[in-house]
């Protein structure tokens, strides 16, 4: 059952479940409750409060009568329709052809989910609680100004008890609420790191309308410049057109002036809409420097990426390798005059210790990355550890934070490192203070590795990969800290085949299939939100049963592009957070 709170203005707003078909508030987002005006509409009538307070609250009137025993501060409606009230003394009725009955059906603790790797519970706001213990099997795990908490410490099958503790201003326990929870059984492929999206009920990657380009060119992160384009890097390979040796360059970009294919249509990549402007085949500007880049940002008229240049003596593995050193490569007033920052400082290496953090992607958002809400870039990363293959601390994801004008400032970045009890992030410029924004405690972790900002659903939209180009998971989230849910999750079989969109092979190894970039392309977001384009590559061929079939057999160390269709879960309300 999940219940829909029409509560005191006391109670926060924020508990936001979407109201059933045949309950519904008279203004759109109003919160009924005691003493305010407004009424709910149901099946059997129209419920309003009086203005008269009994013994055990205020009186609830339907069609204008008041109702005997009717007295509550809040009424409820769950999922059914069934209407609850609930009284100043704690207790709860429900609403039947025999008037009000007492009940212990409605539970103001519920779950969100129950996986082998993660428990989410939710709970109904209380009237004077400022915080929220969550226990255990009575150990506390967290106290919180929010009123939901995942818990990804669980085992599979397994019973745990919890407890929600509301806490006054002044420290005391007002209530407690218990609930029992058993999770479920691990399955063989692993499970998601947290639960289903309450805003997506699904997501469907369309293979029939992907295209694929054999250019001998791989990574393709991309950015949405200033000027309405779309810009985006490849490495060793010749771009566009190109070829493995045709036009090839360690570090190239190129731009893209196509507007997103229609509707159920097949990309179509021409000269004139698709080429090279940095390296690679028949470019514009030769490419002057070599090295990979994982991501790509405009912020205005200027290009930064985050990635290495190749420094001689510093780096092994040659032009062509990646290099064992992480920094901000930056373009001013062009995408075409790339520069390395590496003499000034850089990000980590392969010598800064396990501990350190490695920004691997921006938090793109809208034409020239005008930021959606305040004045800052947003970095994801992992640590140096994780990043390099050391071994890392766990299997985080960290975030990071810059003034967009001070990308090129050391001393302007800061690292998430909570959320305070009010709900809001924290930040520190001490890089030791990070903690993550995402863990994956499953038996077959991934990181996030991406996130754009889908301004027309105002919902942050990430993908997580594990260590081959068809395990990948997708996620939203409200922030660029989350709390994070699972909108797709495509792990690979064991023996690496199957996964996203079946890429996967027997004879994937160490490096064949590894994953080299599932890149969103912000501007060709459908102007409802609902369509959205990406770009990835890998090495080697893709599987025999490739369902992007122009790249079946076929080596993805190229350009391939598919569409999602994201489906509301409430399309005609907002969701929960």
């Known amino acids: 059952m999940r219940p829909i709170l029409l509560a005191l203005a006391l109670l926060t707003a924020a508990c936001g479940f979407a109201l059933a078909a045949n309950a519904q508030a008279s203004h759109d987002g109003e919160i009924l409750g005691a003493g305010q005006a407004g009424k709910l509409i149901t099946t059997a009538g129209t419920w309003t409060f009086s203005n008269q307070e009994g013994a055990d609250g205020y009186f609830v009137l339907l069609n204008g ?3 005997a025993n009717g007295s509550a501060i809040e009424l409820l409606v769950d999922d059914d329709g069934q209407l609850y009230a609930h009284g100043k003394s704690g207790l709860f009725f429900l609403w039947s052809d025999l008037g009000w009955l007492r009940t ?3 539970d103001p603790v519920r779950t969100e989910c129950a996986t082998a790797v993660v428990v989410g519970l939710e709970w109904r706001p209380e009237a004077l609680a400022r915080t929220y213990k969550v226990l255990r099997d009575g150990n506390q795990l967290a106290e919180t100004g929010l009123n939901s908490y995942s818990d990804q410490t669980v085992q599979a099958s397994t019973t745990y008890t919890y407890e929600v503790a509301a806490v006054d201003a002044r420290g005391r326990t007002i209530s407690v609420r218990t609930l029992d929870v058993t999770t479920a059984a691990a399955s063989p492929l692993g499970d998601p790191a947290v639960c289903p999206s309450s805003y997506f009920s699904g997501m469907t990657w369309d293979w029939s309308t992907g295209a694929n380009q054999q250019n001998g060119s791989d990574l393709w992160p991309s950015t949405w410049g200033a000027d309405g384009n779309i810009y985006t890097f490849f490495g060793d390979g ?15 970009v190129a731009e893209i002036t196509a507007p997103a294919p229609p509707p159920n249509t097949v990309p179509i990549l021409t000269t004139d809409s698709f080429f090279n402007i940095y390296g690679g085949y028949n470019t514009t500007h030769p490419s002057t420097i070599n090295g990979k880049v994982n991501d790509i940002l405009a912020i205005g008229d200027d290009f930064y990426a985050l990635g290495g240049t190749y420094q001689a003596g510093v780096d092994a593995g040659g032009p062509s390798g990646a290099p064992d050193h992480y920094e901000i490569i930056y373009s001013k007033g062009n995408p075409y005059s790339w520069q390395s920052n590496y003499s000034n400082w850089f990000f980590c290496d392969d010598f800064s210790g396990a501990a350190s953090v490695c920004p691997v992607a921006f938090v793109n958002s809208g034409k020239g990355n005008e930021s959606p809400f305040d004045k800052y870039v947003y970095l994801m990363g992992v640590s140096d550890g994780n990043f390099f293959g050391d071994g890392g601390l766990c299997s985080c994801t960290y975030l990071m934070r810059v003034p967009r004008e001070q990308l090129l400032t050391k001393a302007a970045y ?3 490192t909570g959320i305070d009890l009010r709900g809001n992030p924290t930040w520190n ?17 991934m990181h996030l590795k991406k996130m754009v900002y889908n301004a027309q659903l105002k919902r942050f939209i990430s993908l997580a990969q594990g260590g081959r180009v068809n395990e990948d998971s997708f996620y939203d989230s409200p922030t660029p800290w989350g709390p994070f849910t699972v909108i797709g999750y495509y792990p690979s ?15 994937f190894s160490t490096s064949a299939g590894s994953t080299l970039g599932v890149n969103f392309i912000n501007k060709w977001t459908s102007s409802d939100g609902l369509t959205m384009w990406a770009a990835f590559s890998s090495v080697k061929a893709a599987g025999p049963d490739a369902e992007l079939i122009p790249l079946a057999n076929k080596n993805m160390d190229s350009y391939s592009l598919v569409s999602a269709t994201l489906t509301l879960a409430h399309p005609h309300t907002i969701p929960f957070r």
């Open 414 to 416: 800061e690292v998430f």
């Open 65 to 67: 009568k008041k109702i």
């Open 104 to 106: 212990e059906r409605f």
């Open 429 to 445: 410029s001490d890089w030791t203070t990070m903690q993550p924004i995402f863990v994956d405690n499953g038996p077959r972790p």
């Open 493 to 507: 079989n064991l023996d690496h085949t199957g996964g996203w969109g079946d890429l996967g092979s027997t004879t």
């Open 238 to 252: 010749g771009g566009f057109f190109g070829g493995d040796q045709l036009g090839r360059s360690s570090f190239g």
